[in-house]
């Protein structure tokens, strides 16, 4: 199962929306098959595992690991389910029940009735933590909210004047931008936009940009900005009008409510598993103050501001602590 779950994250970049699922067959103690779920759309891992045995005579009297219950529905690609039980596999041993409502135990009831012998829960939690983004958009109805930010060694995210100033090196927006591949969405508040200019996509790293969202009450942002790009599709939450132009879609909403909610929401409509949220610094808090946020990821630069904006403060399990070109990272998880 440890395989499989590695090979389960190598499709890290391009399953979303679906989750990441490795499978291993083995047979007298020997792996002589395995595969991954490479890409939505594309063939499951399971079918990929079978594909890749020279002998499939030899399935009836083997055990295949997979790390997530296999499908028992026509979506894309054919159920998962049908397939094992076509090649009468001996034994299937799985780490996670499906929680996707069209799935979850049915995969399982399917093989069991089926006459095969059926094992579940197998590195439990280590196969929720590589699929927490599918976990928590199908049990909690919301995407995976990851906060990230860049703080100085004194605390602050930004100077007092508020113009741009870097904290970090070059190593460390590196990996910023390979997050970035990894999530379906990305947000910035206004004043992050009109301080910052970003692009919000994925140029230091290989990968899909991932949608933007923009929260702008009053649509003060300009259009010139360079996150109105053709290169990935842009959302922007406001207050006064509805529109959809090619790649840019106008929300209205009532910013009287809760904005992390109304975030939330946006993202499970659109089928948008996963958020990272890059500022500012009153976005940030919104979403802390409202607890409504699953992991964050803070750099801890050598520069000190003195005074400026105050980076959030929140409370939650230190997961990974490591240095990178100098510049410390915190990888926090609310738990």
């Known amino acids: 199962m440890q395989r ?36 939505y759309g594309k063939a499951h891992a399971e079918v990929n595992a079978v594909n890749s045995v020279k002998n499939k005579s030899l399935l009836p009297e083997s055990t295949i690991y997979i790390t997530l219950e296999p499908c028992s529905h026509a979506g894309k690609t054919p159920p998962c389910a049908d397939l094992l039980v076509k090649h009468q596999f ?3 041993v799985i780490c ?13 009831k399917k093989l069991q009735t089926a006459g095969i012998k059926t094992e579940v829960g197998v590195l439990e939690e280590d196969g929720r933590f590589l699929n927490r983004r599918f976990f928590t958009f199908h049990e909690q109805k919301r995407p995976y909210i990851i906060l990230k930010w860049a703080q100085s060694a004194d605390g602050f995210i930004a100077p007092e004047n508020q113009q741009q100033k870097w904290i970090t090196g070059t190593t460390a927006k590196q990996l910023v931008h390979t997050w970035r591949a990894e999530e379906a969405a990305i947000l910035v508040g206004k ?48 207050g006064v009008k509805e529109s959809v132009d090619d790649n840019l879609e106008l929300i209205k909403s009532d910013f009287r409510v809760n904005l992390p909610t109304k975030v939330a929401e946006v993202c499970f409509e659109r089928n ?12 940030l808090q919104q979403f802390i103050d409202a607890n409504i946020w699953d992991e964050a990821r803070i750099f801890t ?21 490591e240095t990178i070109e100098n510049d410390q990272l915190e990888v926090i998880r609310n738990l």
């Open 90 to 92: 001996k034994r299937v």
């Open 191 to 238: 004043n992050t936009a009109l301080i910052d200019n970003p692009r919000l996509t994925v140029r230091e790293s290989s990968g899909k940009n991932p949608t933007r969202i923009l929260v702008d009450e009053s649509l003060s942002v300009s259009r010139k900005c360079l996150l109105f790009s053709n290169k990935a599709k842009t959302l922007i939450l406001n």
């Open 4 to 39: 499989a779950l590695q090979l389960a994250n190598l499709g890290k970049f391009e399953t979303a929306p679906n989750p990441r699922v490795g499978a291993v067959i083995v047979h007298n103690n020997k792996i002589i098959g395995e595969g991954f779920h490479r890409k």
């Open 272 to 283: 948008l598993d996963s958020l990272i949220i890059e500022g500012g610094a009153s976005i």
């Open 96 to 108: 996670n029940k499906d929680p996707f409502d069209q799935v979850n135990g049915s995969g399982i």
């Open 301 to 321: 630069g050598k520069t000190s501001f003195k005074n400026g904006i105050k980076a959030p403060i929140l409370d939650g399990k230190t997961i990974r602590e």
